[in-house]
């Protein structure tokens, strides 16, 4: 099964920018959808941006206008570009199939904003 290795976090202030990446271990056409998950302390999971193999995307409406998804096929990799971060984006980030299914979930990737 291909893997999915989230990679790119870090700490930022606010207003700053971060590209996480999301590389897969063999071809990510045959995944139908993927999308950036976030888990931010004390909440559930959620999605924040999706790309499907056609090239379409999709974004949760507080990270419109700032987060960008894009995909590079012949690198295998999934990207999320971060910009005017927030400190509310504070969150360990992960990738996965939309929606989840047999895929395990890696260790994410720690993004933290201060103010």
């Known amino acids: 099964q291909v893997q999915l290795v989230e990679s790119g976090g870090g700490l930022v202030q606010a207003g700053g920018s971060l590209r996480l990446s999301c590389a897969a271990s063999g071809n990510i056409l045959n995944i139908n959808a993927i999308g950036w998950y976030r888990q931010a302390p004390g909440k559930q999971r959620e999605l924040v941006a999706a790309t499907i193999k056609s090239g379409s995307t999709g974004l949760e409406d507080s990270v419109k206008g700032r987060f960008t998804i894009s995909r590079d096929n012949a690198k295998n990799t999934v990207y999320l570009q971060m910009n005017s971060l927030k400190p509310e984006d504070t969150a360990v980030y992960y990738c996965?199939?939309?929606?989840?299914?047999?895929?395990?979930w890696g260790q994410g990737t720690q993004v933290i904003v201060s103010s």
């Open positions: 996965n199939d939309v929606p989840p299914g047999k895929r395990s």
